[in-house]
C-alpha cells in the first residue's frame, strides 16, 4: 500500500491532488482544519471511484497537531509516501495598508505549516528511505504581483525550502519538488473582486484561470517514477502569466 497525505484537501487544488492520487492507486489521507463536510465529500468522491483513505482534522499551523497527524498515519497505515504540502492562505494587502495579523497568519500556514509537515514526514520516509515531498508554491514566489508582497514573500520561502530541503533529503531516497501555478479557479479566486480579476486576465496569455485538476496532474507526475530523477525544482503552470 501506498499513502500520500494532501494538506488542505477539503477545497480546490488540494481536493483534486487528492481525487488524482486515489485515482493513481495512493490510498489519501485528506487533511483539513475547518470544513467537515466539504473534506467528507472529497473521501466520498475517492471511494465513489473505487479508491480508499480516511479524513484527518489537523491544523498545519500547530506542529503539535502535525506531529500527531504523521504519526496516526504512519500507525494506522505503516508508512508515508507521498506528502503534498497545500494548505495555504492568501491575504492581498499592498504593503502601507497592511493589518496587524497579516504577516504573521500567512507566514505561519504557507511557510511555517509547510516546515513542519515535510520534517514530520520526512522522519517517516527516512526509515523506508523512499518519499516525495510536493509543496505547493505560487507563480507570485516569484513574479510580482502588486498587493501579494506578504504572500509572495511566503512563496518565495516555500521555493527556497524545497531547493534546500531537496538537497538534504537526496541522500535518503526523497525527492522534494514544487509547484507553481498562476491564477487557478478556486475559491481563493473567487475572493478577488471581479474588475480585478478581469485585470489579472488580460495579462494571462491563454486568458482563461487554469484548473484544479490541471494542478493535480503535474502533481501526480510529480509523485510518480516518470520523476525519480527530479529533485529540486519548481515547475510554473501559469498560462504563460510569468513568461
Ligand atoms: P482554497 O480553495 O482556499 O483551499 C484551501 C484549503 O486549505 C482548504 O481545504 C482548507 O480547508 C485548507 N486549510 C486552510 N487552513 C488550513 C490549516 N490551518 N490546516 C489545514 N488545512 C487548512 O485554496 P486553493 O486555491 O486550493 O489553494 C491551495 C494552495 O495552492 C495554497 O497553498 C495556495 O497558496 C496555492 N495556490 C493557489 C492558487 C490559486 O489561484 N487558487 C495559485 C497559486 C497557488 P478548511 O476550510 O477545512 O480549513
Redesign the pocket.
Same mark, same amino acid.
Given at each position: 500500500m501506498s499513502v500520500a497525505i494532501v494538506?488542505? @484537501? +477539503?477545497?480546490? #487544488?488540494?481536493k483534486a491532488c487528492a481525487i488524482k492520487l486515489a485515482e493513481d492507486g495512493y490510498t489519501v489521507v485528506v487533511?483539513?482544519?475547518? +470544513?467537515d463536510d466539504?473534506?467528507q465529500s472529497t473521501l466520498d468522491e475517492i471511494k465513489a471511484a473505487g479508491g480508499d483513505g480516511m479524513i484527518y482534522k &489537523?491544523?498545519? +499551523?500547530d506542529p503539535a497537531q502535525v506531529k500527531k497527524m504523521m504519526r496516526d498515519v504512519d500507525k494506522t497505515y505503516g508508512g508515508i509516501d507521498v506528502l503534498v504540502n497545500? &494548505?495555504? =492562505?492568501?491575504k492581498d494587502e499592498y504593503l502601507l495598508m497592511m493589518s496587524g495579523d497579516t504577516l504573521d497568519k500567512c507566514f505561519d500556514?504557507?511557510v511555517k505549516?509547510y516546515v513542519y509537515c515535510a520534517q514530520a514526514a520526512a522522519l517517516k520516509m527516512f526509515k523506508k528511505k523512499k518519499g516525495v515531498i510536493i509543496n505547493?508554491s +505560487?507563480?507570485s514566489g516569484s513574479f510580482a504581483l502588486a498587493g501579494q508582497c506578504v504572500y509572495s514573500a511566503t512563496k518565495g520561502a516555500v521555493n527556497s525550502f524545497t531547493h534546500t530541503a531537496a538537497k538534504e533529503l537526496a541522500p535518503y531516497g526523497i525527492r522534494v519538488n514544487a509547484v507553481a501555478?498562476?491564477? =487557478?479557479a478556486?475559491?481563493? #479566486?473567487d475572493a478577488i473582486p471581479e474588475d480585478k480579476k478581469a485585470e489579472y486576465l488580460k495579462v494571462i496569455p491563454m486568458q482563461r484561470f487554469g484548473r @484544479?485538476e490541471e494542478v493535480a496532474a503535474v502533481v501526480s507526475m510529480l509523485a510518480s517514477d516518470a520523476c525519480a530523477y527530479m529533485t529540486g525544482q519548481v515547475i510554473t503552470l501559469d498560462g504563460g502569466l510569468s513568461l
Open positions: 494538506t488542505g @484537501a +477539503s477545497k480546490g #487544488i488540494g487533511n483539513y482544519s475547518r +470544513s466539504a473534506a &489537523a491544523d498545519v +499551523s497545500n &494548505a495555504g =492562505i492568501v500556514l504557507n505549516g505547493m +505560487s507563480v501555478p498562476g491564477f =487557478i478556486t475559491e481563493m #479566486i @484544479a
